[in-house]
Each structure stands twice: as C-alpha cells, then as structure tokens.
Nanobody, 118 residues
Framework: QVQLQESGPGLVKPSQTLSLTCTVSGGSITTNYYYCNWIRQPPGKGLEWMGA???????YYSPSLKSRTSISRDTSKNQFTLQLSSVTPEDTAVYYCVTFRQNVLDAWGQGTLVTVSS
C-alpha cells in the first residue's frame, strides 16, 4: 500500500519561495505510468491542481501557476518536491501530494497547511 507524507515549513513570508517534499513509501516513483501531483486547497475554496512529475521525469504545470512553480524529484530518496516562488497570502492553502498509476488514483497525502504571512 502506497503512503505519502508531505513535509516542509508551515509558515512562509510573502515574496519567499514555498518548498514542500512528498515522501513516497510502498511504491516507486519511477514505476511505469506513475504520476506524482501537487494539489492545493485554499481555505473555503475548492481543490486546485498545481502540477505533476511523471515516472520518466517529465513535468506539467497549471497554466495559471506555471511561471512560479517547479516540481522535481529525488529518485534515490523516492521523493518529489514542490517549489512555489513569490508567494502571497493568496497562496495560503492545504497542500497535498497525490499519486496516480495509469490515471487511477493511487494515494493521497494527509496534507499540510502552509500559511503565507509576515
């Protein structure tokens, strides 16, 4: 059974870069057709897909966040990382890492609240 765990600071100052890591256990991020995603949910709002990195290392980003988002991975640690630059209070949200295998939901992290505030 695949399990995901997000980690990173819970408080980030405006204009700084938010960085979160998702550690995957019980499965490999390089398994064929495995897709590692970041999704967020601002308080009182719906889910927003931010981007993904595939089993082969290709990346895809939401057009609305592409200029500020970078997703990378460390295959030796079975982790993938989100970086969101130039954050504002509007980036305050619960951030989730979510994985899919062949377009089927595989696992969903518990989520981590990141607050952007000075």
């Amino acid at each position: 059974q695949v399990q995901l765990q997000e980690s990173g600071p819970g408080l980030v100052k405006p204009s700084q870069t938010l960085s979160l890591t998702c550690t995957v256990s019980g499965g490999s991020i390089t398994t064929n057709y495995y897709y590692c995603n970041w999704i967020r949910q601002p308080p009182g709002k719906g889910l927003e897909w931010m981007g993904a990195i595939t089993y082969s290392g290709s990346t895809y980003y939401s057009p609305s966040l592409k200029s500020r988002t970078s997703i990378s991975r460390d295959t030796s640690k079975n982790q993938f990382t989100l970086q969101l630059s130039s954050v504002t209070p509007e980036d305050t949200a619960v951030y989730y890492c979510v994985t899919f295998r062949q377009n089927v939901l595989d696992a969903w992290g518990q989520g981590t609240l990141v607050t952007v505030s000075s």
